[in-house]
């Protein structure tokens, strides 16, 4: 089964990257919980995920993911990605400022009955908003 959740795993990250909020009516449970410290609550359901889905597409259209590895025991697989995109629409706040971007993250994900209904993420989001200006770099 590994191999199998670790296809999905990547189909599901890419379809996210790309802009595809379908993703979650086909491979997320109902009960889907995204734990990520970088929003608002820490934690998205299957619901609102397809908003952050539309508004990173939106801010990113031309979004690349390269997944940089997976591994995979019993029902969990954790990925490492790298994303890059150029900063097309508003972002956190911010306006676009067409700068291209790279950031890094992980993602694990959590199956039961062929679905994701747990994941937890964790990205460069300070990275990405020194990327484009909202953040001023260390001196």
């Given at each position: 089964?590994?191999?199998?959740n670790k296809?999905?795993?990547?189909r599901?990250?890419?379809?996210?990257?790309?802009?595809?909020?379908?993703?979650?009516?086909?491979?997320?449970?109902?009960?889907?919980?995204?734990?990520?410290?970088?929003?608002?609550?820490?934690?998205?359901?299957?619901?609102n995920i397809?908003?952050?889905?539309?508004?990173?597409?939106?801010?990113?259209?031309?979004?690349?993911?390269?997944?940089?590895?997976?591994?995979?025991?019993?029902?969990?697989?954790?990925?490492?990605?790298?994303?890059?995109?150029?900063?097309?629409?508003?972002?956190?706040?911010?306006?676009?400022?067409?700068?291209?971007?790279?950031?890094?993250?992980?993602?694990?994900?959590?199956?039961?009955?062929?679905?994701?209904?747990?994941?937890?993420?964790?990205?460069?989001?300070?990275?990405?908003?020194?990327?484009?200006?909202?953040?001023?770099?260390?001196?």
């Amino acid at each position: 089964m590994s191999k199998e959740n670790k296809a999905l795993s990547r189909r599901v990250l890419e379809a996210v990257f790309q802009g595809n909020p379908d993703v979650v009516d086909e491979f997320l449970s109902p009960d889907f919980v995204l734990h990520d410290p970088s929003g608002e609550t820490g934690e998205l359901s299957a619901h609102n995920i397809k908003g952050s889905i539309e508004w990173l597409h939106s801010a990113f259209p031309d979004a690349q993911l390269t997944i940089d590895d997976q591994v995979a025991e019993g029902e969990k697989v954790a990925t490492r990605y790298t994303f890059r995109g150029v900063h097309q629409g508003a972002l956190m706040g911010e306006t676009p400022t067409g700068y291209e971007v790279t950031f890094t993250g992980h993602a694990t994900d959590y199956f039961s009955g062929g679905k994701i209904v747990e994941s937890w993420a964790n990205w460069d989001t300070l990275g990405l908003m020194q990327q484009v200006g909202a953040v001023p770099p260390p001196e």
